[in-house]
């Protein structure tokens, strides 16, 4: 019996394209991971995609002036290049995860036959994964690893990817993208979120003791601080030597210090408030919020704005003020270049923008007072007014206003009664304006009023409305152009080209007349007619040209400082958030010092010249004069600045004028001109209420009109019903205006009355 046994034949050739079962799956993974978001990308792309939870606020030049939290699901910091990571991290890092980084090729097949090996003897080791495929994992979405960890064909894909990177990366371009996006602590992601929260400093600043505790955190992200010093222990040893015992305990209590640190805080840098406002504008507009905002703020003078509020404020301890607030416009286009919100750690509401609230701003509204009146040709800035104790009759009191230091001057210019501050005279202008045609005025110069001037009543002379430091400072920065009024803004404005000057952006209209303006202007600008109040050294003077006005709300809650050079406007605020009144701070100890050394800081060497009078203004020689010849001249002689066509030589008080305690509503008129006798209704005064009985017979109900003056005729809602200085009216319901008007039926003086109550008949 033969045994048949094989016989032996040669190998056959292998076709020409043969390949392995092996590595034929080995190429359709690679087919099918070709197409890995994470494998194909670039280095640049990566970085490009890149989103940090913050948005950076830049100034107008690029520099970094604020960051400001904009994403609460993740805590990202900004992308930091590999050359601004700790080199102990970059070691610490390598040692810990991947001690091979630099010579596999994504792969480190060594420690995947040791991990194989260890779990075929069940043995516990260090995992394969490397640094690469860490990567892979975390920029590929469907290469994450899940709750239970990654699937077979993940680990695959992942190793398949990993090969993909290094063939089109470098090695530094790993790491650094590695580093920038690892998860680490709780919802902490990449290297700078991580140094700023924990040890709050930049990630180039680390020392071995912190990379280490970060290498440990890579493998444990959310391990309690005693396993991670035991792992950063082990992590230190490999990177320094002669680690001892004592050197691991005092790393575990570093550690525990370090894992109750909170820092990273969500805003941080010196324009909190504007941040906030020009974020809320990008996602208004865009849906988005970008990783950087451009400004039109300038750096360096919003530090110092900074640091001068809260220096003075400092000084002003123990007189019950904290806050404060402070913006800076460019005169010509109205870019913000300064805007400080609150005086920070000084204050228990440094979230309260004080450039936005609405608070009352005193005194600052007499100049758009006084520029109304003379542009309606009421007053000139040499006219009379009579500083003197005056009650005025309003529907639910009677006002009488007083002076800031409760002494009256007697009778004195437009232009000292404006410059010097006092009240009594502006609301004896404010009778003649109406407190409902200053409120429409004031609205019309971007005040946000919300009440009408009848609402107010004569105390809107002193400011008893309420207003933002914002809208206020555009206002004035109004005043500093000719009376037009532009729109303020947060965004840098085109440089201007070589040989061109700044100009106001479409510029509207004026909403102030330009004659009036410059006089105004010219007013506050002179050191001499506020000498009254402020004295001939005040705080207020520069060595250049500036316009400046103070202004204190009633029990001292507001403190305010307005002003304007050639250049730039300045607003000032100082009070307490909280409306509590402080104590014994007056306009040139409150805001005014503030505003005296930003202004000056602008134009340390920077030249402001008086504005030129636009056409319509006239500048004429005047002479005062009291009512007795042998008195002193009320004023002295001096050149002043008038619209053209109310110029005059000489004011003097007429002998023919009533007691100073009698004020009708457009009472003062007369006051300007000598040769002009004065009229003016006594009774009843603008806004009284009448209110008829229909039980009272009509002959008792009559009301008596009385005005003083020669050849009166008065006029009723526009026709004549009676003549002389008395005048018998049988009242009816409605609002009424009240005229007294000469021959010539110019118009002398008006009330504005109401009737209430049901029709009487005769």
């Not at 860490?134 to 077979?152: N, P």
């Not at 050197?247 to 840098?269: N, V």
């Not at 009379?384 to 009677?398: E, F, I, K, V």
């Not at 402020?534 to 250049?544: E, K, N, P």
């Amino acid at each position: 019996m033969l045994l048949s046994r094989p016989i032996s034949r040669p190998a056959r050739p292998r076709p020409k394209g043969w390949a392995s079962p092996a590595r034929a799956i080995a190429t359709v993974l690679i087919a099918a991971c070709a197409g890995s978001a994470g494998a194909t990308a670039t280095f640049n792309e990566i970085k490009s995609a890149y989103t940090p939870s913050d948005t950076l606020i830049l100034d107008r030049h690029g520099e970094v002036i604020h960051r400001l939290r904009t994403d609460a699901t993740v805590r990202r910091g900004q992308w930091v290049a590999l050359a601004d990571i700790s080199p102990a991290l970059r070691t610490a890092l390598v040692l810990s995860e991947d001690k091979r980084f630099f010579e596999h090729s994504g792969v480190d097949w060594q420690a995947v036959s040791a991990a194989a090996w260890a779990n075929l003897w069940n043995t516990k080791t260090r995992g394969a994964s490397t640094l690469t495929m860490q990567l892979a994992g975390l920029m590929d979405k469907d290469l994450k690893r899940g709750s239970s960890g990654r699937t077979v064909l993940q680990k695959m894909g992942q190793t398949v990817s990993a090969q993909m990177l290094e063939h089109q990366w470098r090695k530094d371009q790993i790491l650094e993208a590695y580093l920038n996006l690892v998860p680490l602590k709780g919802e902490l992601v990449g290297v700078d979120a991580l140094s700023q929260t924990l040890f709050g400093k930049a990630a180039h600043g680390l020392d071995a003791r912190e990379a280490a505790i970060t290498a440990a955190l890579v493998r444990a992200p959310n391990a309690c601080s005693t396993v991670v010093a035991q792992r950063a222990c082990q992590v230190l040893k490999a990177i320094q030597t002669g680690v001892t015992a004592a050197d691991c305990t005092e790393l575990d209590l570093f550690t525990l210090a370090m894992f109750q640190r909170r820092g990273f805080e969500p805003s941080e840098g010196i324009a909190p408030h504007v941040a906030r406002q020009v974020v809320r504008a990008a996602q208004s507009d865009t849906g988005a919020v970008p990783t950087t905002l451009r400004t039109s703020l300038s750096a360096p003078l919003q530090r110092f704005a900074v640091q001068t509020l809260q220096q003075h404020l400092r000084e002003l301890a123990g007189r019950h003020v904290e806050d404060g607030a402070l913006v800076v416009l460019d005169n010509a286009t109205g870019e913000v270049l300064a805007w400080v919100g609150s005086s920070g750690a000084l204050s228990d509401a440094a979230e309260v923008d004080g450039v936005t609230a609405l608070r009352q701003p005193g005194s600052t509204l007499k100049p758009f007072l006084y520029a109304q009146a003379i542009a309606e040709r009421r007053i000139t800035a040499a006219s009379l007014l009579d500083d003197s104790g005056t009650q005025l009759q309003t529907a639910s009191r009677l006002y009488i206003p007083q002076n800031y230091d409760r002494q009256f001057k007697g009778w004195v210019s437009t232009r000292t009664a404006l410059a010097a501050s006092l009240n009594v005279p502006a609301v004896r202008t404010l009778v003649m304006v109406s407190p409902d045609a200053f409120n429409k005025q004031l609205i019309a110069l971007g005040l946000p009023l919300k009440e009408t001037g009848d609402y107010y009543g004569y105390s809107l002379a002193l400011g008893s409305a309420e207003v933002s430091l914002l809208s206020l400072t555009n206002a004035y920065r109004a005043l500093s152009n000719g009376g037009r009024l532009g729109p303020t803004t947060l965004t840098p404005a085109a440089p201007p080209k070589a040989g061109q000057k700044k100009v106001m952006p479409n510029a509207a209209p004026p909403v102030l007349n330009p004659g009036t303006a410059f006089i105004v202007g010219n007013i506050l600008s002179d050191p001499l007619a506020r000498a009254r109040t402020f004295g001939t050294d005040s705080v207020l003077a520069t060595r250049f040209w500036s316009a400046v006005k103070t202004g204190t709300s009633k029990d001292m809650r507001d403190n305010w400082a307005m002003g304007f050079s050639q250049r730039y406007t300045v607003g000032v605020w100082v009070g307490n958030a909280s409306g509590a009144p402080m104590w014994d701070v007056s306009g040139t100890s409150g805001a005014a010092p503030i505003w005296a050394v930003v202004m000056k800081h602008l134009h340390r060497s920077l030249p402001s010249l008086a504005p030129q009078p636009p056409a319509g203004v006239v500048q004429a020689a005047v002479r005062f004069s009291l009512p007795q010849s042998t008195a002193e001249p009320a004023e002295a002689a001096r050149q002043e600045w008038f619209l053209r066509g109310t110029e005059q030589a000489n004011f003097a008080i007429n002998t023919e004028a009533t007691p100073a305690g009698n004020t009708g509503a457009r009472g003062l008129k007369g006051l300007k001109n000598s040769s002009r006798a004065i009229a003016r209704i006594t009774n009843p005064t603008t806004g009284t209420i009448i209110a008829l009985d229909p039980g009272i017979p009509p002959s008792h109900q009559r009301v008596r009109f009385m005005a003083e003056g020669k050849n009166l005729r008065w006029v009723m809602d526009g026709k004549v019903f009676a003549k002389g200085s008395v005048a018998p009216w049988l009242p009816w319901p409605g609002r009424h205006v009240v005229q007294i008007i000469n021959e010539r039926g110019e118009v002398l003086d008006e009330v504005r009355l109401e009737v209430r109550g049901a029709g009487v008949k005769s």
